[in-house]
């Protein structure tokens, strides 16, 4: 079981918005600031947003990030056929002294 | 731009010690504001950080807890690497290794992973 609980799916329609939420608790995401990461099948995750709202340079602005209290969201607008992949939430845990990880969120674009 | 490439075994027979290093370019394993991490990935257990090492006026490794001191990490001055050493591999330690950087609070530079089978 994870640390940080994501739901196993989400999905949308192409140009429409979609959220991801991650749990976690006062430990980790109370604490400290969240990273999102996607992955496509057999690449590595690929960092999204760090400092629970921040994009990296070349991460476009249809990827948003927010926290409040123990739990994070990503959001994606303008969904596109190639956002299909998993997506991950991930912190720092205070408590078991390591960076913890969600289950990741399989995302299709219908 | 940081580019990190791990290598290593594909196989370790069970009761062995998996090993990998993860060699660095475009950064400095002995940098003061970043550290050196290795984190897995098995269909079983997601994605797992083992540890990590890094340089602050000394140098400093930490493990997972949940690894049970099975865990060592590394550095590697001279080659500009750091690696990962399991003890005691069980088919569960059996996954996809990545060796990543952490740097302002991100997970912002990954390897390109290395798929370690535990079996006899």
């Known amino acids: 079981q994870s640390v940080l609980t994501q739901p196993p799916s989400a999905s949308g329609t192409p140009g429409r918005r979609v959220t991801i939420s991650c749990s976690g608790s006062?430990?980790?995401?109370?604490?400290?600031?969240v990273n999102w990461f996607r992955q496509f099948p057999g690449t590595a995750p690929k960092l999204l947003i760090y400092?629970?709202?921040q994009r990296p340079s070349g991460v476009p602005d249809r990827f948003s990030g927010s926290k409040s209290g123990t739990s994070a969201s990503l959001a994606i607008s303008g969904l596109q056929s190639e956002d299909e992949a998993d997506y991950y939430c991930a912190t720092w845990d205070g408590s078991l002294n390591g960076w913890v990880f969600g289950g990741g969120t399989k995302l299709t674009v219908l | 731009q940081v580019l990190l490439h791990q290598s290593g075994p594909g196989l370790v027979k069970p009761s062995q010690t998996l090993s990998l290093t993860c060699v660095i370019s475009g950064d400095s394993v002995s940098s003061d504001s970043a550290a050196w991490n290795w984190i897995r990935q098995s269909p079983s257990r997601g994605l797992e950080w083992l540890g990590r090492?890094?340089?602050?006026?000394?140098?400093?490794?930490e493990s997972a807890v949940s690894m049970k001191s099975r865990v060592s990490v590394k550095p590697d001055t001279p080659k500009n690497q750091f690696s990962l050493q399991v003890n005691s591999v069980t088919p569960e330690d059996t996954a996809v290794y990545y060796c990543?950087?952490?740097?302002?609070?991100?997970?912002?530079?990954w390897g390109q992973g290395i798929l370690v089978t535990v079996s006899s």
């Open positions: 090492t890094y340089y602050r006026s000394k140098w400093y490794s």
């Open positions: 990543a950087r952490t740097y302002d609070s991100s997970v912002d530079y």
């Open positions: 006062s430990s980790n995401i109370g604490r400290d600031s």
């Open positions: 400092r629970n709202s």
